[in-house]
């Protein structure tokens, strides 16, 4: 069976003197997990209803006017 690891050889002690390297380390770690993450501008064919690049799905009981509306996007 395999041993469990003790706390000290998980984590280094504070005293040695490499300590402030890894502990910056795990700093820039959980910084880069927790930054909310930045996105591009979209770019709209339809402003503020059909982004340029992505899918859009019109859908709707029959009778509904998709057709119609399509139409008029196309047409716009």
Do not use: H
């Not at 300590?19 to 909310?36: D, G, L, Q, Y």
Request: hydrophobic share 40%; glycine share 8%.
């Amino acid at each position: 069976m395999a041993r469990q690891p003790r706390y000290g050889e998980l984590y280094p002690d504070p005293l040695d003197p490499n300590w402030p390297e890894w502990f910056e380390e795990k700093v820039r770690f959980m910084e880069a997990i927790f930054t909310p993450p930045t996105f591009k501008e979209l770019e709209w064919v339809v402003e503020g209803l059909i982004p340029r690049g992505y899918l859009t799905l019109l859908a709707g009981r029959p009778k509904d006017g998709k057709t119609c509306l399509a139409t008029a996007l196309g047409v716009a």
